[in-house]
C-alpha cells in the first residue's frame, strides 16, 4: 500500500498500521468466496462445503461455495492466482493441482510462489484392492505373482500424472516387478472394471475403496503408508511386507486451504485458526470418517506450508525417477 499520500494529510505509518489492523481484526465484514476445484459430490466438495458451512457459524458471514473443477483442479488453481488477494477467495483443494500435476504438466502458475497456504484440512492413503474373488489375499502374493509372471498382472490407473498412476509405478519400482497399466478417465470407471473382472489390480483413493470394500465387492490388501489407517486398522500397511523398498512407502492424498499470493498473513492466521476449531468438531470428525478421511489439520500455516513444499519435492522425485517431465 502507498503511505505517501496519507502521511501528506497528517496520518503518521504507525496510525495507518493501527486502521489497517482494525480492518483485518473485523475480518470477514462481507461474503466470502469458497472456491472448490473440483465439481459437487467430489471429495473435496464434501471438505470444502463442510469447512465453509463452519467458518460461516463461527465467523457471521456467508461463505459462498463456488465449484470450478475441470483439468484436474487446475482450472480452480487457476481462477484463485486472479482473484484479488484480500482474504474474500479461498480456494480448498486436493493435492493434485498442487503438487502433482505442476511436475507432470506445464500450468500457468507456480503452487508456492503463487499460493499461500492455509491450513491442512484432512488425509487419506491409497488402497491397493483387488476383486472380491481374487487368489490374492495379501500384497505379498501379488508381488511373487507378478514376479514369476512379468506382464500378467494389470493394474488401472486414473490417467497419466495422476497420484494412483505415479504410486503404482513407484510402487513396480521399489518391488521390482512388471504390471501392465489401464488407463481410466476416473475412479468410477476403473472400479467398475474391477469389480467386473477386466482389470485384477488398483490403486485407489481411500474413501471410495473404503466404501467399495464395505458394500463387499472388493478386498484391500495394503493401504500406501508405514503404519495402518485407524480408519482401516484390519488392512495392512506396505511395510508389513518386510520388502525393503516398502518399509517407508507413502502416498497419501489430502486436502487443504489456500488464499492468493499477498493475502494479508492477519487473514491467514483468522481462516487458519476457525479452520482449526472446525476440525476438531465432532460432527465434522464423523463426516469426514464416513467418506474415508482423516480431519487433520497444522499447528501453523507455516507448518502446512513446510508439509506441501516436502510433498512436492516427493512427486518430483517420482516424475525424475519414472522420467516424467512436464509437457
Given at each position: ?7 501528506k ?25 469458497t472456491?472448490?476445484t473440483?465439481?459437487?459430490g ?15 457459524e ?18 480452480g ?10 482474504g ?5 483443494t ?5 503438487s ?25 492413503p ?6 472380491k ?6 500384497i ?11 506382464g ?6 486414473l ?5 494412483s ?8 519400482e521399489?518391488t ?6 489401464i488407463?481410466?478417465k ?16 488398483l ?55 489456500f488464499?492468493?499470493?499477498?493475502t ?20 465434522v470428525?464423523?463426516?469426514?470418517n ?19 513444499q516436502?510433498?512436492l ?8 525417477m ?6
Open positions: 500500500m502507498n503511505f505517501s499520500k496519507w502521511v494529510y497528517g496520518f503518521t505509518t504507525t496510525a495507518l498500521c493501527a486502521l489497517i489492523n482494525t480492518a483485518v481484526a473485523a475480518y470477514p465484514e462481507r461474503q466470502v468466496t472456491l472448490i473440483f465439481p459437487p467430489n471429495s473435496a466438495d464434501l471438505v470444502g462445503r463442510t469447512m465453509a458451512q463452519k467458518l460461516q463461527s465467523l457471521g458471514q456467508a461463505f459462498v461455495v463456488d465449484n470450478k473443477g475441470g483439468a484436474g483442479g487446475t482450472i488453481i487457476e481462477h484463485l492466482t486472479r482473484s484479488k488477494a484480500d474474500y477467495t479461498f480456494t480448498i486436493s493435492l493434485s493441482p498442487v502433482i500435476i505442476p511436475v507432470t504438466k506445464k500450468v500457468s502458475y507456480d503452487p508456492i510462489k503463487d499460493l499461500v497456504p492455509i491450513s491442512l484440512l484432512a488425509q487419506g491409497m488402497v491397493i484392492v483387488v476383486h474373488d481374487s487368489p490374492f489375499n495379501t505379498q502374493e501379488v508381488i511373487d505373482y507378478a514376479r514369476a509372471n512379468p500378467k498382472l494389470n493394474y488401472g490407473s490417467g497419466a500424472g495422476t497420484i498412476q505415479l504410486t503404482t509405478e513407484l510402487f513396480k521399489a521390482q516387478t512388471d504390471i501392465k497399466e488407463p481410466y476416473g475412479s468410477a470407471q476403473a472400479l467398475s472394471d474391477l469389480i467386473g473382472g477386466r482389470i485384477q489390480l490403486f485407489d483413493g481411500n474413501a471410495s475403496a473404503i466404501r467399495q470394500m464395505e458394500a463387499g465387492t472388493v478386498k484391500g490388501l495394503a493401504v500406501t503408508i508405514p503404519q495402518r489407517s485407524p480408519l482401516m486398522p484390519d488392512t495392512p500397511s506396505l511395510a508389513e511386507t518386510n520388502i525393503a523398498g516398502l518399509k517407508n512407502f507413502t502416498s497419501q492424498g489430502w486436502m487443504g486451504a488464499a492468493p499470493a499477498g494479508p498473513p492477519e487473514v491467514i492466521k483468522v481462516l487458519h485458526e476457525k479452520m482449526q476449531d472446525a476440525l476438531k468438531a465432532p460432527e470428525v464423523e463426516r469426514f464416513a467418506s474415508g478421511l482423516q480431519a487433520i489439520g497444522s499447528a501453523t500455516p507455516r507448518d502446512f506450508a513446510g508439509f506441501v516436502e510433498d519435492n516427493r512427486w518430483q522425485s517420482a516424475a525424475k519414472l522420467n516424467l517431465k512436464p509437457e
